[in-house]
């Protein structure tokens, strides 16, 4: 089984930072696609981030118009684990932060969609005072 698990979320004030990580545990590959989606109650989750790689390669990070300069999708390949690091944040930033794999290529057009990944993590909350 994979495992994924958030952490790093908190109540910050607008205009600061916070680093959310997604740990990867139990069976692995080489090739991955893995984004980070986010959700508030009543709405649809929706993507935030999502990069791609294989072995120590990575092909691609991708964002969501709305995060663009301020967000930044990383991986450390030692760690097995995924970072969003969020600057400037924003009250509209406020949400559950889910953490999303997908254990092959995707492109980005795909990479974008939640049905894409076949494992989430928990959640982890984030939320921004104005």
């Known amino acids: 089984q994979v495992q994924l698990v958030e952490s790093g979320g908190g109540l910050v004030q607008a205009g600061e930072s916070l680093r959310l990580s997604c740990a990867t545990s139990?069976?692995?590959?080489?090739?991955?696609?893995m984004a980070w989606f986010r959700q508030n109650p009543g709405k649809e989750r929706e993507f935030v981030a999502a990069?791609?790689?294989?072995?120590?390669?990575?092909?691609?990070?991708y964002y969501t118009n709305s995060v663009k300069g301020r967000f930044t999708i990383s991986r450390d390949y030692a760690k097995n684990t995924m970072y969003l690091q969020m600057n400037n944040l924003k009250p509209e930033d406020t949400a559950v932060y889910y953490c999303?794999?997908?254990?092959?290529?995707?492109?980005?057009?795909?990479?974008?969609?939640?049905?894409?990944?076949?494992?989430w993590g928990q959640g982890t909350q984030v939320t921004v005072s104005s």
């Open positions: 990069i791609r790689w294989s072995g120590r390669i990575t092909y691609y990070t």
């Open positions: 999303a794999a997908k254990y092959a290529a995707l492109i980005e057009r795909v990479a974008v969609l939640r049905a894409s990944y076949d494992y």
């Open positions: 139990g069976r692995t590959f080489n090739t991955y696609a």
